[in-house]
């Protein structure tokens, strides 16, 4: 991805245009997606506990593929850890992380392209219907989800997910 430029903040550090636009628009939550751990590497936790540390509620993307990294990502000041369909194999890894999660912590991650779900390879989900994906996360008490269609992440062309979201809230 490019680096982000903006009028609030000059530079393309991250915590500094973040804090830019907390100063300005309010906004107190930040989504880290970690792309190397995604990709297989270690979270960057410094990173994460720099971003703890300038007052933000931390919602962190690190490719979590099981309990085991849940408290390195908590004693890091993550707030809010996503679990997303591109790294869990199957909602037996869901589940135990879940149960291993300090309560309400748990994101469910589901991660489209161009509106079809993206999972880890060789992964047991049931079905690969977007909406089913969402029944297993909701059946397991996960009850805050995170929609990403990776199509349109920096293409300016909005997120690609709204018609999905109405047909879940109807």
């Not at 007052?55 to 099981?66: E, L, Q, S, T």
């Not at 969402?134 to 293409?155: C, P, Q």
Request: aromatic share 6%; hydrophobic share 45%; proline share 5%.
């Amino acid at each position: 991805y490019r680096p982000v430029e903006s009028v609030l903040h000059r530079g393309a550090d991250a915590i500094g245009l973040a804090t830019a636009f907390r100063d300005v628009l309010g906004l107190e939550d930040l989504y880290l997606a970690d792309l190397d751990a995604i990709g297989g590497g270690p979270p960057d936790l410094g990173f994460l506990r720099r971003a703890a540390g300038a007052g933000f509620r931390v919602w962190v993307d690190a490719g979590v593929r099981d309990a085991s990294c849940l408290d390195a990502l908590n004693a890091a000041g993550a707030d809010s850890i996503i679990a997303a369909t591109e790294t869990l194999a199957g909602p037996a890894q869901l589940a135990e992380i879940q149960q291993s999660a300090r309560p309400g912590s748990i994101v469910f991650g589901l991660d489209l392209r161009d509106g079809r779900p993206i999972v880890a390879e060789g992964s047991t989900w049931p079905s690969l219907d977007p909406a089913a994906l969402i029944d297993e996360a909701l059946t397991l008490g996960i009850h805050r989800i995170l929609i990403l269609d990776v199509a349109r992440v920096g293409s300016g062309k909005g997120t690609g997910t709204l018609e999905f979201v109405r047909e879940l809230i109807r």
